[in-house]
């Protein structure tokens, strides 16, 4: 079992950054792919990066290559979502998901959720 915890989440004006991160409990983290998703209001939930359990390979939505970074730190069993030149569409609550198959883009193959951090973006 992993327990995740989102933060980094707030308020920042289009074209900031924000870096969040996601604090994993249990100690198979290094197991897992992980990923982060986000949904807006009145959206479906949405990938946003992925990364395997050694960090060696990384994937992303279209709508956010060359602004995000996705990486991790498996000493601290945490993962990290690095937001550049932030955008009014990229407002959304944020989601960190555990994997322990791939770093899939499909929800519904994650097995642990956290509770999710808000980042507005503000134009």
């Known amino acids: 079992q992993v327990q995740l915890v989102e933060s980094g989440g707030g308020l920042v004006q289009a074209g900031g950054s924000l870096r969040l991160s996601c604090a994993a409990s249990?100690?198979?983290?290094?197991?897992?792919?992980m990923g982060w998703f986000r949904q807006a209001p009145g959206k479906e939930r949405e990938f946003v990066a992925a990364v395997s359990w050694s960090g060696g390979s990384t994937y992303y939505a279209d709508s956010v290559k060359g602004r995000f970074t996705i990486s991790r730190d498996n000493d601290k069993n945490t993962v990290y979502l690095q937001m550049n030149s932030l955008k009014p569409e990229d407002t959304a609550v944020y989601y960190c998901a555990a994997n322990a198959v791939r770093p899939s883009s499909w929800s519904y193959e994650y097995n642990h959720w956290g509770q999710g951090t808000q980042v507005t973006v503000s134009s």
């Open positions: 249990g100690r198979t983290f290094s197991s897992y792919a």
